[in-house]
């Protein structure tokens, strides 16, 4: 696979990257037109981006204490690129019927990007040997072994073992398994790019977790995206089945936030104690009592909601149009 950069030899790793990121934004546009992704696209991958290295920036003074400036530099490059990249392929299992939601297998997708991008960089580094550039613009075998672990880190799982040891969660709990494994980490990486992936609320607050949230349920219920976002009825094929979907949704986010917060001091045990208390201090400031209770408040989870009342505050929160 010729990537054709014979007119751009960057000059450092970080034009290196620049590179590889302008690959991976017409892949993930690409993958969001063709698949109708309303929240696996750019928007997403730009915010991890941007959450993963404002966690990297805040936590770079205890990261200084072990790394040398260039070795945080190149730290700060892999974090840009993972946040970008992490889920530029999605894979979905073949529908079992019509009217249904659409499903994944765990990890499929992180795996199929990590060896896609892997590819690239892969054919990049052999493309630019050519100029006999300076070894350090390349991506070395620790800088692709860093990037697979830290796509990998974002794999998202049910909890096998809801309400275990001193924590109660529901059977539905997702949670990122890469951040309750105890075992030495290739590096920080992995972790990073592992919470900022999820960090919406604690990180952003309250309406991007909400709209995030419809826009899942919208990209894995295609069926209805003219329901939810032009109120058309015409194609309802049951009421009370489309009611429960959506009620099951509104009722999964308010679950889901309580237990973000919950298992925030969990997944960052993993850090030094003086960048766990940078993490709780200045960057997930959303992981508090009043959130939770005001997304309990605004979602409608009642059983005696009506299905246009759920179709009106899935429309109103989407705040995005029909995709092309």
Known sequence: ????????????????????????????????????????????????KRRANNIFQQIKVVLSQDNSNQELERLENLINLCGLAHDMVQLFDPPSAANQP????????????????????????????????DDSIY???????????????????????????????SAKSIYQPYLYDHRPKISIVGSIIALADLGALGMEGIEIYIQDGILVFLEDNPDLESLILKCDRSNCFNDDIIKARLLAMTRFM????????ARFELEISGFTPQARQILRDKIFLGFKQENTTQ???????????????LINFFGLNSKIKLLE
């Open 102 to 133: 659409r499903k994944r297998k765990v990890g499929l997708s992180e795996a199929e990007t990590a060896n896609k991008l892997l590819h690239y960089i892969q054919n990049l580094n052999q493309e630019l040997a050519a100029d006999q550039l």
């Open 1 to 48: 696979m010729k990537q054709n950069h014979q007119d751009e030899k960057p000059s450092s790793f970080a034009k290196t990257v620049q590179l590889v990121e302008s690959y991976v934004q017409a892949e993930i546009i690409q993958e969001a037109k063709n698949k109708q992704l309303y929240y696996h696209n750019l928007d997403h991958a730009l915010a991890v």
């Open 254 to 261: 308010v679950s889901l936030a309580y237990e973000r917060q």
């Open 139 to 169: 991506f070395s075998d620790r800088d692709q072994e860093i990037i697979q672990d830290a796509i990998l880190a974002t794999i998202c799982d049910r909890d096998p073992q809801p309400g275990k040891a001193d924590y109660t969660f």
């Open 295 to 309: 997304i309990a408040a605004i979602l409608p989870t009642q059983d005696n909601v009506s299905l246009p009342e």
